[in-house]
C-alpha cells in the first residue's frame, strides 16, 4: 500500500454516522502486550527489537488478517509520512518519532492498527466513528485471541497482563472517546466537566493525545485504571458514570443555547464559516476552532450546504503533514497556512 492510496479519504472512524456522533466523534479502544521470551522493549537491543519484530509481523501478516491489512516498515517511511499517519491516529507519536526497527500494521479502512516495539511490544487499537466502545472491544478482543492461538503473551496469574508501564498492567486496556463539547465550553461549564472528571480519575487530553491541550472543543476522555477490573467493567463504568452524563450536559447546553441565545450562537458559526471560506492565512488551530462551530451549526440545523463529511475531510487534511504530503516538499509556518487556507477555500467553495 502507499499512503498516496488513502491520503484525500478518512478513515472510518471520521466518518460520523456512528450513534452518539454528533458529541462523540470516535471511540477507541487499545490493548498493550509483551511476548513471553523477549526482553521488555526499555531494555531490548537493537538486534533483539529486530527479531521481535520479525516475529511478530509474519506471525500477523500469515494470519487471517493477512488479505485486510498493510504492513509499514518506519525505517522505509520518511519523517513527513510517519507524522501522516500518526495525524490519522493510526500510530503514536512514539513510534513516529522513535529509532531502530518497529512498524505497524493498519487495516484498509484504517479502523485497526498495531505497532510493534512502541512502549510495549505490540499495542493494538480499533477505533469506530460515534458511541461504539463495547463493539470496538468485541473486536479488538477477537483479534487478540487470534495472534494468542500462535503468539504467548506475558502473564501473572496474580497481576494478568505484564506491560512496560505499571499503570497498563491487569486488562493492559485503554479505553477513550473523543469528545466535541463546544456548547459546554461556549455556556462556560467546562471546568465543571474537567473536576468531574478528575475525581472520576479519568484522563482528558487533546485530539492528539498524551502531552496535547484540547483544541477546537475536541477532547480525549479515557480510563487510567487497568488493574483489578474486568475489561467490560471498565468501559461500563467510563460509559455510566462519564460519557453518558457528558452527552446529557452537552444536549441541554446546545438546546439552551438554541432557545436563549440564538443569535450569539449564530454569530459564532457563520462567522466562522465566513472566515473559513475567505481566509488566506490560517494556522491549525484556528482552523480546528473555526470548524468547531462550523460542525455544531450544522448539527443544530444552522448551516445548510455543507456536510460533515466535508468538515471532517477539512480537518484531516489541513493538519501539517497531510498538507507537506499533498504538495510534496517541506513547509514552514507561513506557506503551511498560506496553502491550509487554499485547501480550505477548494472544498467550501
Not at 38 to 56: C, K, R, W, Y
Amino acid at each position: 500500500m502507499k499512503l498516496s492510496d488513502n491520503y484525500d479519504k478518512v478513515g472510518s472512524w471520521l466518518s460520523g454516522d456512528g450513534p452518539q456522533s454528533d458529541i462523540v466523534i470516535s471511540s477507541r479502544v487499545r490493548l498493550a502486550r509483551n511476548v513471553k521470551g523477549f526482553t521488555f522493549s526499555a531494555h531490548s537491543t537493537v538486534e533483539q527489537n529486530q527479531h521481535l519484530l520479525t516475529f511478530l509481523q509474519s506471525k500477523v501478516m500469515d494470519s487471517a488478517l493477512q488479505d485486510k491489512v498493510y504492513y509499514f516498515c518506519m525505517q522505509d517511511t520518511s519523517d513527513i509520512e510517519r507524522d501522516l499517519l500518526a495525524e490519522r491516529h493510526l500510530i503514536s507519536k512514539q513510534l513516529a518519532c522513535g529509532s531502530g526497527p518497529r512498524g505497524a500494521i493498519i487495516s484498509h479502512d484504517e479502523s485497526l492498527s498495531l505497532m510493534i516495539n512502541e512502549e510495549d511490544h505490540v499495542r493494538m487499537q480499533t477505533v469506530a466513528s460515534g458511541l461504539q466502545l463495547k463493539e470496538t472491544y468485541a473486536i479488538l478482543a477477537g483479534i487478540d485471541d487470534l495472534l494468542e492461538q500462535d503468539v504467548e503473551f506475558s502473564y501473572s496469574k496474580q497481576y494478568g497482563y505484564l506491560t512496560a508501564c505499571p499503570t497498563n498492567v491487569g486488562t493492559g486496556i485503554r479505553v477513550s472517546v473523543m469528545l466535541h463539547l463546544p456548547a459546554l465550553k461556549l455556556t462556560g461549564q467546562m471546568d465543571r466537566v474537567m473536576r468531574a472528571t478528575k475525581d472520576l480519575k479519568l484522563a482528558v487530553r487533546g485530539f492528539f493525545g498524551e502531552g496535547s491541550e484540547p483544541i477546537g472543543d475536541l477532547f480525549q476522555l479515557s480510563n487510567q485504571i487497568t488493574l483489578g477490573k474486568s475489561e467490560l467493567e471498565i468501559i461500563d463504568e467510563l460509559i455510566t458514570h462519564a460519557i453518558g452524563p457528558i452527552i446529557e450536559y452537552e444536549r441541554y447546553a446546545r438546546q439552551k443555547l438554541l432557545e436563549d441565545e440564538q443569535s450569539m450562537l449564530d454569530d459564532k458559526v457563520y462567522r466562522s464559516l465566513g472566515t473559513l471560506k475567505n481566509a488566506r492565512l490560517i494556522s491549525s488551530e484556528e482552523t480546528l476552532l473555526l470548524l468547531s462551530y462550523v460542525r455544531l451549526g450544522i448539527y443544530l440545523g444552522r448551516i445548510k450546504g455543507v456536510t460533515i463529511d466535508t468538515v471532517n475531510k477539512i480537518f484531516l487534511l489541513t493538519q501539517p503533514a497531510h498538507l507537506q504530503y499533498l504538495y510534496d516538499q517541506t513547509l514552514d509556518t507561513q506557506n503551511r497556512d498560506e496553502y491550509r487556507a487554499t485547501v480550505i477555500r477548494k472544498y467550501l467553495a
